[in-house]
């Protein structure tokens, strides 16, 4: 059963734009949240995350927005450059005792010159 | 600072052949360590984790085996592959439960012919 769910598996964004991907989840015990970057052939890289204690957390060109009674979380990329073009993992982690994460299925971003 | 290594890079394998794949973490001691698979057009499955040597948790029922020799190395291994078998394999480190993030290496793709 997947409980983190990225319902859009692609968007096509101008360079200079904002990006918006949209990431819900199904369990209430999550507590953490984070996003990845993906490069074909490659691992990912983490990118931001946010504790349910907040709402809101910024690093340079992104953030992460958490609505826990929604239970959907969205990441920002502002302004969009050529080289953010890559997938987009978003992950959950439940309680201090989980050692595991849960991934959404991911969103494919291009970023058109 | 920390590092993850795996290998091989890439891998072609017939049917029925066994399979092992190696990953090491250097800079850190006692990590979290995991072992994913992205199936082509998917998201990141968690195949097995490990939280000390010799202990290891497997996620999904299958063809495939983990184990943690010693408490930097992490290994994937089948006896017989099966074309289902064929992805991308992620091997990853992390500090839980206190710290949420994975780090994960740069991949094994693994085809089976």
């Known amino acids: 059963d997947q409980q983190v769910k990225q319902n859009s598996p692609s968007l096509s964004v101008q360079e200079g734009r904002i990006s918006i991907l949209n990431c819900d989840y199904t369990?209430?015990?999550?507590?953490?949240f984070l996003w990845y970057k993906k490069y074909p052939a490659e691992g990912p890289t983490f990118l931001i995350s946010?504790?349910?204690?907040?709402d809101k957390n910024e690093d340079g060109r992104f953030t992460v927005f958490l609505n826990k009674s929604a239970k959907h979380l969205s990441l920002h990329i502002v302004p969009s450059q050529p080289g953010d073009s890559a997938v987009y993992f978003c992950?959950?982690?439940?309680?201090?005792?989980?050692?595991?994460?849960?991934f959404g299925a991911g969103t494919t971003v291009t970023v058109r010159a | 600072s920390q590092t993850i290594h795996q290998w091989p890079a890439t891998l072609v394998q017939p049917v029925g052949s066994p399979l092992s794949l190696e990953c090491t973490v250097e800079?850190?001691?006692?990590?979290?360590l995991y072992w994913y698979r992205q199936a082509a057009g998917r998201g990141l499955q968690l195949l097995f984790y490990?939280?000390?040597?010799?202990?290891i948790s497997s996620e999904v029922p299958q063809n495939l085996s983990a184990s943690r020799p010693q408490d930097r190395q992490f290994i994937l291994s089948s006896k017989k592959l099966l074309l289902s078998d064929s992805g991308f394999y992620l091997c990853?480190?992390?500090?839980?439960?206190?710290?949420?993030?994975?780090?994960f290496g740069p991949g094994t793709r693994l085809t089976v012919t």
């Open positions: 369990n209430s015990m999550f507590d953490y």
């Open positions: 992950a959950a982690r439940g309680s201090s005792n989980d050692y595991k994460l849960s």
């Open positions: 800079g850190t001691s006692n990590p979290n």
């Open positions: 990853a480190w992390g500090r839980g439960p206190v710290n949420y993030e994975q780090y």
């Open positions: 490990s939280v000390g040597i010799g202990q």
């Open positions: 946010i504790s349910s204690i907040k």
